[in-house]
């Protein structure tokens, strides 16, 4: 069974532009969630798709940031325009049914200049 | 303000040592504690995990010790190997804050560095 996906690994960009994240969650998983985890610092909760339907954004930081979740399926979060304290490393987790047992995916690493 | 603290921030452990990385937290709303292990370039993934009504949950050579009233629990790993470096992060579940939404998150900690040697 394949795991967690994200796209891209690493991504460089400069302080106003935009950078879009991918996460193809685990087959079958109806749960999708977004954490940020800034460097030295805990891993910090984004939001919560269920399907394609947003159930919770409490943690998303700001308008610049949106999530979607195409058909429930996959899931993009777009960074528009990047700020310096967007830098870390974005986590996508998956999970069948409830909270409980989320599986992660590798992350991306984003770093603005 | 931190609803989950964990410590130490780095351990350095001797082959065959035992590890211990305790968390605390001040809520009693959470219910679920899970601990995830993290190699570099990987995801952090589900080690272990407790709930409340158990003192104890051993898998293999990982530990969690739960103390309610202390509001303390720990992941004890005996007979470390090289092959368990890692960060190690312990979560929480529910946040105590009702958002209003699904609430599903997991609330982290900070992570602790795990080094253990040869």
């Known amino acids: 069974e394949a795991g967690v996906t994200q796209f891209p690994s690493h991504s460089v960009i400069e302080k106003g532009q935009t950078v879009t994240l991918r996460c193809d969650p685990i087959s079958g998983h109806d749960n999708l969630y977004w954490y940020r985890r800034v460097m030295g610092k805990e891993i910090k909760f984004l939001l919560h798709f269920v399907k394609e339907s947003k159930q919770d954004e409490s943690g998303m930081p700001n308008n610049r940031f949106l999530a979607e979740r195409t058909g429930g399926t996959y899931s993009t979060l777009k960074v528009q325009p990047a700020e310096l304290e967007d830098s870390g490393v974005y986590f996508c987790?998956?999970?069948?049914?409830?909270?409980?047992?989320?599986?992660f995916g590798p992350g991306t690493r984003l770093t603005v200049t | 303000q931190q609803q989950v603290k964990q410590s130490p921030q780095s351990l350095i452990v001797q082959k065959g040592g035992i590890s211990i990385i305790n968390c605390a937290y001040e809520?009693?709303?959470?219910?679920?504690f899970p601990w995830y292990q993290q190699f570099p370039g990987k995801g952090p993934a589900l080690l272990i995990a407790?709930?409340?009504?158990?003192s104890e949950k051993k898998e293999g050579r990982f530990t969690i010790s739960f103390n309610k009233s202390a509001k303390q629990f720990s992941l004890h790993i005996m007979d470390s190997q090289p092959g368990d470096s890692a960060t190690y992060f312990c979560?929480?579940?529910?946040?105590?804050?009702?958002?209003?939404?699904?609430?599903?998150?997991?609330?982290f900690g900070k992570g602790t560095l795990l080094t253990v040697n040869p």
């Open positions: 407790i709930r409340p009504d158990v």
């Open positions: 979560a929480a579940w529910p946040e105590p804050e009702n958002s209003g939404g699904s609430n599903y998150k997991l609330t």
């Open positions: 987790a998956s999970s069948q049914e409830g909270p409980y047992e989320q599986y």
């Open positions: 809520n009693t709303a959470f219910d679920y």
